[in-house]
């Protein structure tokens, strides 16, 4: 197969779909890859780099969407690159759909293959293009909140691990799925005193087997919460109820339980945040703060780390990619029920329910088109 993978284009992504690593198994495999110049560099993978693995470079994104079968991507397409999709192509990217009308239409209108990395999942309902980025997102929490618990960043002056002779911080960490349990081994390793709270009990009692003696779990209830917060240095919101909204477990009033100082990573920010008081922001301008609580709330936090972002998601997404090279989008799904889950369009027929239900659109069943 011809497979592109163009520089992506959405304001400060530096992830790359392709190491030069999986150039070198496409190549192994029988396939021609074109790569965009310059698409790597943002994760420092160099032009000559993916040269050595076997790409040829092409030097504007029209000639890799010219030229190629499949495109691989990272974020959604911009309206810059709708006209560049051409007919039966297969998209395989994170599209995230049901957030944008516009990019919908676009892809109907262009018939494409569109397979989302975010919708491929697990017979166990794990969404394994997603737990990459979770990984990378909840151990960068940890790492934004010492930043933030600083004085000079506004934050109450304690350092996370202490030190002999004077007690560590406390961190609570909202949520015990993939961005809580990263987050609290982080700070747990760094020596702080861990706190996780879950509603699901059989979480808990999974956590409480693997985690260091420093980490303590607890239900997660109003209750709970209230009295966690008032001793709490860093909080960390990494709660998911799949499709909703995160719920606001921590309310504007309950600010003024907690010390001056405190910082609050709200990790769940885009699926609307876990802090009544939070709203989304950006790498440039990652903090803000409310009643002397400090809120970090960047929506794409992977983003601040590239390197090891493309390397996590490329580990998970090159198997399911070289799958679709190998045997094309219809048999690589009909053999393999995860990537079938991934089909959100074909042919300008959208195949997935809940983006036809996000905008009222025509829903067609994926049996007898695949
Ligand atoms: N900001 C970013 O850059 C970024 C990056 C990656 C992921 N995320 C987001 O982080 C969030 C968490 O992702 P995840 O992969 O860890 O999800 P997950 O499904 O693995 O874990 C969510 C956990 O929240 C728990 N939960 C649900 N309701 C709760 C409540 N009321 N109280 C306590 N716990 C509750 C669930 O039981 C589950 O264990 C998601 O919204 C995800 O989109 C954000």
């Known amino acids: 197969m011809i497979i592109g993978v163009p520089k992506e284009i959405k304001n400060n992504e530096n992830r790359v779909a392709v190491t030069p690593a999986g150039i070198n198994e496409f190549k192994r495999q ?25 790409a040829e470079i092409l030097p504007t994104i029209e000639a890799v969407y010219a030229q190629s079968e499949m495109i691989i991507k990272v974020k959604e397409p911009i309206e810059s690159e709708y006209p560049l999709i051409k007919e039966g192509q297969l998209i395989f990217t994170y599209f995230h759909f049901a957030s944008s009308r516009a990019l919908t239409m676009a892809m109907i209108e262009r ?61 609570l960490v909202l949520g015990g799925g993939i961005v809580g349990t990263q987050a ?29 003696a420093n980490v303590d779990t607890i239900i997660s209830n109003e209750y709970n919460i209230k009295e966690l917060i008032k001793d709490s240095h860093l909080i960390i919101g990494g709660v998911l109820i799949p499709g909703a909204k995160a719920p606001s477990l921590i309310t504007r009033d309950m600010l003024k339980l907690m010390r001056p100082g405190t910082v609050l990573v709200d990790v769940a920010i885009d699926q609307g945040g876990c802090f009544e008081t939070s709203h989304a922001t950006t790498h440039a301008d990652p903090t803000y703060v409310i009643d002397e609580v400090v809120h970090y709330c960047v929506a794409n936090m992977p983003g601040a780390v590239p390197y090891t972002s493309t390397l996590a998601l490329t580990n998970s997404s090159l198997p399911y990619a070289l799958q679709l090279a190998n045997k094309g989008w219809r048999r690589a799904c009909q053999e393999n029920a995860e990537l079938k889950k991934g089909l959100n369009m074909i042919h300008g027929q959208v195949v997935f329910k809940g983006v036809a239900e996000a905008w009222n659109l025509q829903y067609t069943p994926l049996e007898g088109l695949v």
Do not use: W
């Open 30 to 54: 029988g396939h021609t890859v074109y790569v965009q110049k310059q698409a790597g560099i943002g994760s420092g993978f160099s032009d000559e780099a993916y040269t050595a693995a076997g």
């Open 111 to 171: 018939k494409a293959i569109c397979l989302a990395y975010e919708t491929v999942e697990r017979a166990d309902r794990s969404l394994p293009l997603l737990i990459p980025m979770s990984e990378v997102a909840g151990r960068m929490a940890v790492q934004e909140g010492a930043k933030y618990l600083e004085k000079p960043m506004g934050g109450c002056g304690i350092l996370l691990g202490g030190v002999a002779g004077v007690k560590p911080a406390n961190v």
């Open 184 to 212: 609290a081994k982080m700070a747990a390793g760094l020596g702080a005193h861990v706190t996780i709270v879950d509603i699901s009990l059989a979480r808990l009692r999974h956590l409480e087997e693997v985690m260091p």
